[in-house]
């Protein structure tokens, strides 16, 4: 008898990465597909609460999925979709005609169980199978397991799944909660593991999940996998591994060579231009159990380094560690940031060089490469401080350098670093509470105005702390924004990687923090764009 069924969850978990929008052929596709290359279950994607979008994977109830299933069904795979056990109202499921999906699994985060459990009843009563999924299993207690068990031996689904949500889990762990989930779970539910990949452990760790349980029971096993891993963050454990190990090790009859063939078919496009798998951020949310949308938020909305994201997440609580509450997260962060130093002697000292002056600022755009002559024939021919903006150019020799991001800052000294070296340079405490003799530290928080999503823009921290000094008139190149050319800096890896719809955000905001700064500056400090910038007419309030 077969003990162990292979479910994979591509076109649910995948939908993290495409929002769902993989297209009617690649959906039909890949479920056909499945079915044929033997695959015990197939999640097919999840049910909402919103009319369902044709060619996404969110359905709003499963008569949405026959459009893409083949007929007839297989008669020895399984078809499920998944809910979130509160975001669904599972009183508009029809009930089950055999024709779409067969069964339901419901989602619930640690804390919920009892909530999730409660629908069974409901879903079973319109004729569908169950499977349950506990979230962040590792979360729980050793106790709080034993009253989960109990409740789902209650009302006994087809199966319970151990989940890693965060790919936090190592061997010990797993094999822990597998044992004492295994000792008490009635015998008659499957018993399953879903993993993610963020410590790189997902292939190992459902290796292990198989030859553990294999050998402590006759239990049934499922165990979740996606193709090529897709899957929110880092990802999950790759459909095509489990595959070749179960038919090697264990005798099972996948199809390894029509799993192939989709992933060349269907899943090329997605490895191109999606973003999945293992990941410095990531790997940092599994040392520290973190939910995978904090990384995003502090890699996109502050390209955080690596460090920093690590010693953020050190601070937050357990709790707070699995939500994301961005509102918390950026309080933490401003709070991490805001190393307070006395910069009373360094703005003295700015002031006495800048006060008054012109100042020509050199900022990374493509127009500053592209009109250099022009950039230095007016920097010859008028007197002006050059001061280069979060970046160096090669072209152009700087008066002085300013920082506000960490990242640029260490970038900028490795790769020009003679040039870094001989150029003294102007950094935000956000870099470092202790300069070397040639740099002065000014306070980070005194150059933020909150109220935007991106308000740490270096420029604009630049600009406030000369609204402070008060220079004659600041002329501006490089100035070129963010959207229009794919890429719109003097160097590629200079450029923020960010969604094409958070890039249109930040150019945006930029405008937005420029109108609030002129208004605020009321004509204190003239600009001047020496190169084309899409922010030219609100700097010169024409």
Known sequence: MKRIELLDCTLRDGAYVVNAEFGANTIGGIIKNLQNANVDIIECGWLKDAPHKHGTSFFHVPGDIKQYM???????????????????????????????????????????????????????????RVFLQAANTLGYSDKEILELIQAVNEVKPEGLSIVDTFGAMYPSDLLRIASLINNNLDKNIKLGFHSHNNLQLSFSLSMQFVENLLAMSGRLLIVDSSLCGMGRGAGNACTELLVNYLNDSHGTDYDLNTIMDTIDVYMTQFMESGSWGYSIPYSIAGMYGCHVNNVAYLTKTHRTKSKDMRMIFESLDKNMRVQYDYDKLEAVYASYQNKKVDDSKAREGLKEIFEGKRIVTILPGKSAVQYVDVIKKYIDNNDVIVVGINSILSDYEYDWLFFGNEVKYEYAKEINEKLFRNTPKILSSNIKTLGMEDEWIVNYNDLQKRGWKYYDNSMIMFLRLMSL????????????????????YAEASLQPTLAKDDVQVLHNEIAEMLEDFVT????????????KSPYQRILENE
Request: one cysteine or more; glycine letters at 8%; proline letters at 4%.
């Open 70 to 128: 083949i007929s007839p069904k297989s008669e020895y795979a399984t078809y499920v979709a998944m809910i979130d056990y509160d975001r669904y109202d599972c009183r508009q499921l029809p009930m089950c005609d055999g024709e779409t999906i067969d069964a339901i699994r419901v989602v619930f985060p640690r804390g919920k169980a009892k909530e999730g459990i409660e629908i069974v009843k409901k879903i079973r009563e319109k004729g569908y």
């Open 469 to 488: 000094i008060r220079p004659k008139e600041i002329v501006i190149a490089g100035f070129d924004g963010y959207i229009g050319d794919d890429v719109k």
């Open 520 to 531: 605020t500056n009321n004509k204190k400090i003239q600009f001047k764009c020496i190169t």
